[in-house]
């Protein structure tokens, strides 16, 4: 079967991932020749014979879509092929395509298109992903995660993983970024409460309390992108002025940076300023600030969950 070159394939996306599909079906007539002699492009597969890619980058599936999907392969068939690769004698094992699997399936068919092609775990996780990034319903956080996934999982550098997606590095970076901002604000951007544009400009805050207090000026003010990005500038020109005065009062900054990052992660956790008191002798007490009854109720069932 055609050979995987991931050299070659570097900034070719998708199609060369899945390398030469031409070729790897030509053998494929050896693989499954006792049920179909003369494969040409695609080969017709029974659903039994399909596992699930265990690499599936994506878990939620929109049940009314995938029901619209049915609807339409009921009437026209599977029109694009799933790919799979041979796991075995009796068994391949889906590499992308989950989404027609499913549908088809629930269209109550036995069969499916498929291209069948050579691929290693790697591999397979790679063009998973990858096929994933290219739906246009996915939200930024989710294509961060994805862009996340394929740097820790598939050993690829920032610049490997720009070219892979067709993206500029920069570009692949700003999704990264998001990954870092509270999750309050992640909820807000899977949500579309905010916007691409709102969130970048967040993650160029350092303050964590700063970027929960401009979030939430942004839904409660409906503040525009252009306006979060001057908040940010004229945030910047303050820090970079001198004899800035800090907003942290006394007692309440940390004594080592270990200790700010745990600050900070509590105050991204909970959404709300946390303070780490030192007491000495590796002793200390966490204070959590709740401006409301309905947040202290947020807060508590943070914590109990």
Known sequence: MAKFNQREAMGKGIKALLGDISNDLKESDIL?????????????????????NPFQPRVNFDVEALQDLANSIRIHGVVQPITVRRVNKDKYQLISGERRL?????????????????????????????????????????????????LDECNLSHEALAERVGKKRTTVTNYLRLLKLPPDIQVGIRSNEVSMGHARAIAGIEDILVQL??????????????QVEEIVKKLGEKKSGTKTASPTKSGEKPSSPELKKYQDRLSSYFSTKAIIKE???????????????????????????
């Open 213 to 226: 207090s401009v979030y939430k000026d942004i839904i409660t003010k409906g503040l525009s992108v252009r």
């Open 279 to 305: 007491n000495g002798k590796g002793k200390g007490e966490i204070v959590l600030n709740y401006y409301t009854n309905d947040d202290l109720e947020r807060i508590m069932e943070l914590i109990e969950h």
């Open 32 to 52: 499954i020749g006792q049920e179909q002699e003369h494969l040409g492009s695609v080969v017709k597969l029974s659903l039994d014979k399909i596992e699930v």
């Open 102 to 150: 499913r549908a088809t399936k629930i269209a109550g068919l036995n069969e499916i298109p498929v291209y069948i092609r050579t691929a290693n775990d790697q591999e397979s996780l790679e063009i998973a992903l990858i096929e994933n990034i290219q739906r246009e319903d996915l939200n930024a956080i989710e294509i961060g995660i994805n862009y996340q996934r394929l």
